[in-house]
């Protein structure tokens, strides 16, 4: 059966207009999962940080706490916020967004995530174990309210990527390690994490969303909706294309798993988006020189993908992205950092957590060649291999 997605127009976060919005798309979810009234509710919201007012790299305060508001009123017995923010504390970052007090009013808990287990993961999982906080299991209902913007490595984040935050600090820093440069391999891993979380209520906030050097040093932009479903892989589904990017990895992924849903969307659906301005894509779809012998492939590979840069003049000297390299390829020279690019693994968490946006992805000279001559050969090799299996 198709998964339902519901869309909802709005332009801005003023809360008359708002609180309407968010029963339109949540109210048809919240009955797909029983209701809400008795239940306990967990949100998992994405905060990964609040420099400055609006900051787009987090969900809107006003989104958050309009959302608490509707689940009380709605009925639920206990509700919580739950995140593991990259730097600060889950009720620091509220603060910094002004929504602290008003959640705390209304009975709202707010804690980071401290209770990390390893998971026997389900069926038709491709990592067998995981740790990951398990506040979510304390909770009847998982709320999972995602960020619409770009990714330096996945090239968006949207509902599965957001659960991500449910690893510890240490562990996400092991797993890009672990993953290196191959985004296919994390693209399973966050595909795994959604099969273990489920989280049964997915909102995501694209009403402001962030575009070029995301997730963490982008900027501001208009996408003009918010969406909810009960599946995250739904909701993801239905929003990717409409952000530009209809093959994005983790749906490609999911696609050859078997786990991408049918979807069916609902409410405003007629929506006109503009399309966001990504960050330089790692174009994994591409087989580096199709007829090359695997090891060739494999250099050319390490050599072409897109390399972190620093734009010294935003650059303040303060050595996070050295604090937050896995394989500490990053180092301070006279204030500023320094690339080992031959030891770089190409996760971008200098880039990530960069509070300035003085590092970018930036796809080189000869990637953007080989890119050019991949997408020419790449429709001959297949007609030879349709031929191939014809004559057989």
């Known amino acids: ?28 979810h919240f009955e797909a999962v029983g209701g809400i ?87 038709g999982a491709t990592f067998r174990q995981l740790e990951l906080a398990q506040e979510f299991r304390d909770f009847d209902l998982v709320l999972n309210l995602a960020k619409a913007k770009t990714h330096g490595m996945m090239t968006l984040t949207l509902a599965v990527k957001n659960l991500f935050g449910l690893v510890r600090g240490s562990e996400r820093l092991a797993w890009h390690l672990a993953v290196g440069r191959d985004y296919r391999r994390f693209a399973e891993l966050l595909l795994d994490i959604h099969l273990a979380v489920k989280p049964q209520l997915n909102l995501l906030d694209a009403v402001i969303g962030m575009e070029g050097n995301g997730p963490g040093s982008g900027d501001p932009v208009k996408i003009g909706f918010i969406a909810a479903a009960n599946d995250a892989l739904a909701l993801d589904t239905a929003v990717a294309p409409l952000l530009g990017v209809p093959e994005l990895l983790e749906l490609q992924v ?86 080992a690019l031959r030891d770089c693994i190409r996760c971008y968490c200098c880039q990530e957590h960069c509070p300035c946006g003085a590092i970018v992805p930036r796809r080189t000279l000869l990637m953007r060649v080989a890119d050019r001559i991949e997408r020419i050969l790449r429709p001959l090799w297949s007609r030879c291999r349709v031929k191939k299996r014809d004559n057989h």
């Open 1 to 28: 059966m198709a998964e339902t997605v519901t869309f909802a127009a709005i332009g801005n976060y003023d809360p008359p207009a708002l609180r309407p919005a968010l029963e339109r798309v949540l109210t048809r």
């Open 37 to 123: 009234s008795g239940r306990s509710v967990m949100i998992k919201p994405n905060l990964l940080a609040c420099r400055r007012p609006d900051d787009p790299a987090c969900v809107n305060g006003v989104l958050l706490l309009e959302t608490a508001r509707l689940l009380r009123d709605a009925g639920a017995a206990k509700i919580a916020v739950i995140e593991n923010p990259a730097v600060e504390t889950a009720p620091a970052v509220l603060r910094a967004l002004g929504v602290h007090d008003q959640l705390a009013d209304l009975g709202v808990s707010m804690a980071n995530c401290s209770d990390y287990r390893r998971v026997n993961m389900p069926e």
């Open 254 to 339: 999911a696609a050859e798993r078997g786990l991408r849903p049918e979807i069916t969307c609902t409410g405003d659906t007629e929506i006109e988006v503009v399309r966001l301005r990504l960050p330089d894509p790692p174009e994994l779809e591409y087989e580096w020189g199709v007829w090359f012998p695997a090891r060739l492939r494999n250099f050319l590979r390490r050599r072409l993908v897109s390399r972190p840069v620093l734009r010294r003049e935003a650059c303040i000297g303060c050595g996070r992205c050295v604090q937050m390299c896995p394989p500490k390829s990053l180092r301070l020279v006279n204030g500023k950092p320094v690339f």
